[in-house]
């Protein structure tokens, strides 16, 4: 093989590996776009249903209790009795169905009385919830010392109480400072991964020419 022609094999291999780059990150582009899109569509659906088997089960009375309620979240979400344990998702739906029924985004058809029934048994439940798992809507980390604080106190253990609270007060400000930075870098992620996926492209493009 001569040196032209090793040189013509050589650019044939630098196109179609650009060639292949390109197709493959407009293909996992594309894939990943895809697969976000369905996962939200799904937890959606699955929302949905639970909104409308709710206000069917109690407008009917086949959901009468806490256990029903479960059973139902439990089969839609397809979550076993451990993932159960923390209500917190459970509880953000009720709050949910409950907003809109007040504003008449869901069971139009329903009678005043009708209304009042379901909106009693919403606070029945996320009540009931929030007594068997207190502070259900805070993360592990903060329920958790919440829940520690609150041994203490009625144990009068005052030193652990104030150790828990500066702990807690450590937590807080290490999640805010986490937060912040999650933002700022939520900010720029997607234009930048735009900028570098068109920057990819013309540059692969520019080596096939």
């Not at 996992?28 to 899109?37: C, E, H, W």
């Amino acid at each position: 093989m001569d040196k032209n022609t090793f040189s013509e094999f050589l650019t044939k291999k630098d196109t179609l590996l650009s060639l292949f780059t390109i197709i493959f990150i407009v293909i996992y582009g594309y894939a990943t776009v895809f697969v976000l899109r369905r996962a939200r569509e799904k937890r959606a659906s699955r929302k949905n249903t639970f909104i409308e088997t709710f206000i069917k089960g109690v407008s009917d009375n086949t959901i009468e209790n806490s256990v029903d309620l479960l059973n139902v979240y439990s089969g839609i979400t397809n979550l076993s009795t451990e993932d159960l344990t923390n209500k917190q998702n459970l509880n953000k739906w009720l709050r949910e169905i409950l907003a809109k029924l007040v504003n008449k985004d869901v069971a139009k058809e329903f009678t005043p009385e009708q209304t009042i029934t379901v909106k009693l048994k919403l606070t029945e439940f996320i009540k009931s919830n929030e007594t068997a798992n207190p502070f259900t809507d805070l993360p592990d980390t903060e329920r958790n010392i919440i829940n520690d604080i609150s041994t203490y106190n009625k144990s009068g253990d005052k030193e652990s109480v104030d150790r828990k609270i500066n702990e807690l007060s450590s937590v807080i400000i290490t999640r805010n400072e986490q937060q912040k930075k999650i933002e700022n870098l939520n900010k720029w992620s997607i234009p930048l991964a735009v900028i570098g996926l068109v920057l990819t492209v013309i540059f692969g493009i520019l080596s096939i020419m």
